[in-house]
């Protein structure tokens, strides 16, 4: 699958300030937790955040010095997947997207940990928000996560937060914190994708988004792939950010997820591969971390690894 058509999509009006507040090299990592599972089919990822803090996360990052400190952890009320009314889930997303813009504005790098991929629908419009000019974002994903309530077979939303993101879903979410997409198609590029529905292939189709799948990445190379990512998102962009659900991960490196998929990336050669390519985000998310399937901290370190490998240089 290759999607390269370029579509054109006005910005939104910045709502939470200037581009001079987003912090490209600023000297404190600043990690948000998302501890919610109810967007997912498994809600053992709620979990993630609060095992990563147990676990030592700041500190160990500390030892690849990154000077990083815990900020909120921001809870949702544990509910079965597709129970939750789309007041509750907007009123979580705001309270997370109150988080991290707090944590850019005080001049900040930002991390954001979940918890299940909708997340991502809090974190990128805190950002898009805060921003002047295009928002680049890099998708590291298994999944396209581009349904809508009327394609998603399960209902689940952290199928969708890429969709709604773009402009596609409830208006309660595609019109956070100001309305219309906090993407441009253009300026998005998703790698490792192995599992997906066609109604959301066909979407990210019609707009133009380009996904490199995980057959791509094999033939292709994981640093040809990721550099090419970068540069389609970093292309006239005011900020990149960098999005990862674990599960793009072979679960041989990464077990500590909800939903594997065999044959994924490899955790060593992604963590290279960010090291050397990775610009410096805007903001860095890490999603989808389940400890109660976890192997020997194996995830857990993987974690910490890939928020290393994007700052520490």
């Known amino acids: 699958m290759a999607l390269h058509i370029l579509g054109d999509r006005s910005d939104g009006e910045a709502l939470l300030g200037s581009t001079q507040a987003v912090p490209h090299a600023a000297t404190e990592l600043r990690v948000i937790g998302a501890a919610s599972g109810n967007g997912a089919a498994d809600p053992g990822c709620s979990l993630g955040p609060d095992a990563l803090r147990e676990y030592g996360l700041t500190n160990q990052l500390r030892d690849h010095g990154l000077k990083a400190v815990w900020g909120d952890i921001v809870r949702r009320p544990a509910l079965r997947a597709g129970t939750e009314s789309i007041k509750e889930i907007k009123a979580y997303c705001e309270e997370l997207a109150a988080a991290v813009g707090h944590a850019l504005h005080s001049g900040r790098r930002v991390a954001v940990i979940g918890g299940d991929h909708s997340c991502a629908i809090a974190s990128w419009s805190a950002i898009a928000s805060a921003l002047r000019g295009p928002l680049g974002l890099v998708w590291i994903d298994a999944h396209l996560d581009s349904h809508t309530p009327a394609t998603s077979p399960s209902g689940a939303l952290h199928g969708m937060p890429l969709a709604i993101l773009l402009g596609f879903g409830p208006p ?11 993407l441009r198609p253009e300026n998005v590029c998703l790698v490792g994708v192995r599992s997906y529905e066609p109604e959301e292939a066909e979407l990210l189709h019609r707009l133009g988004v380009r996904v ?16 090419e990512a970068f540069a389609i998102a970093s292309r006239a962009a005011a900020a990149v950010g960098l999005s990862i659900d674990l599960d793009a991960l072979d679960p041989t490196d990464a077990p500590g997820v909800g939903t594997p998929a065999a044959n994924g990336l490899r955790g060593l050669d992604l963590v290279e591969s960010l090291r050397r390519l990775a610009p410096q985000p805007v903001l860095a998310e890490i999603a989808e971390f389940n400890p109660l399937h976890d192997r020997e901290d194996k995830t857990a370190r993987l974690v910490i690894d890939l928020l290393a490998a994007c700052w520490s240089r």
């Open 172 to 182: 309660e979410l595609t019109d956070l914190l100001y309305p219309g997409a906090k």
């Open 212 to 227: 490199i799948t995980m057959d791509e990445v094999r033939a292709r190379g994981l640093m040809r792939s990721l550099g």
